[in-house]
């Protein structure tokens, strides 16, 4: 059965740092490209970043350049999402999400197939 799960969130203060993983399972990750979304409180999901199936990365969201990386490990089936220089306005529940393809493509929530449960983060001021 494939399933992705999200772990990592937590509580930091502002300019702080977390690292947020992706397990997958029941597929192989080799094969496909891996996405980071977002959703604050009342506002609309949004892509963050991608890791393709070769490892190249995808920004969706100007606000984290500089700021998150995307990376995976194939042998460990587990995708990371390294996010430093916190600030309150990364507060969100964090997801990660598959389709059915190898690149990066839309960053749009509604072209994902499959879908981790979520991670809170809350950065405090």
């Known amino acids: 059965q494939l399933q992705l799960v999200e772990s990592g969130g937590g509580l930091v203060k502002r300019g702080g740092s977390l690292r947020l993983s992706c397990a997958a399972s029941g597929f192989t990750l080799d094969y496909y490209a891996i996405y980071w979304f977002r959703q604050a409180p009342g506002k609309e999901r949004e892509g963050v970043l991608c890791s393709s199936a070769s490892g190249a990365t995808t920004n969706y969201a100007d606000s984290v350049k500089g700021r998150f990386t995307i990376s995976r490990d194939n042998a460990k089936s587990t995708v990371f999402l390294e996010m430093n220089s916190l600030e309150p306005e990364d507060t969100a529940v964090y997801y990660c999400?598959?389709?059915?393809?190898?690149?990066?493509?839309?960053?749009?929530?509604?072209?994902?197939?499959?879908w981790g449960q979520g991670t809170q983060v809350t950065v405090s001021s």
């Open positions: 999400a598959r389709n059915t393809f190898r690149p990066c493509l839309s960053g749009r929530s509604e072209t994902m197939r499959y």
